[in-house]
C-alpha cells in the first residue's frame, strides 16, 4: 500500500467528498495500521460527537467518538440527502473500489478527472426542470 496516497485520501474526503458522500461501512479502527497509528486515529475521534440513541426519557444523546464509531455522515438520513441533492441520492463510497472493476483507477479519474475548461471556453451549468429530473438516470 502507498501510504502517502492513503493519506492523501483520508485529507480529501472530509474536505470535498463527504460534503455529498457516506462511507457507511469505515471506522476509525479501520484507520489504524493502515493511515494513522491507533493513537492518532484516538486524537481525530476525540474531536467528534457522536450521537448514540436515546436516553431512558427518549432524548437524543452523544459520546466522545471511540475506535468503533463510524465516520460522520453529511446526512441524517437518505431523505436529506435528497432533498440536498435535487433528489439524487449520492452512493456511499465505502466499497467502491471492490465492486468496479479497476475500482482504484475510477477512484483516480474521479479525482483528477476534473480540470478548469480550455481558454475561451465557458462551462455552464444549466437548471434541469422538475418535469425532467424524474427521467434522468441515477448513477450509483
Known sequence: MDMIKIL???QVYPQVCASCHIMSLISYRDLVGVAYTEEE???MEA???VVDGT???GEMFTHTGKLSDRLP???ANEQAARFSNRGAYPPDLSLTTKARDNGQNYVFSLLTGYCDPPAGVTVVCAEVPQAERETLVEVN
Open 8 to 10: 492523501h485520501g483520508h
Open 41 to 43: 486515529t484516538k486524537a
Open 47 to 49: 474531536e467528534i460527537e
Open 55 to 57: 436516553n431512558d426519557e
Open 73 to 75: 455522515q453529511p446526512y
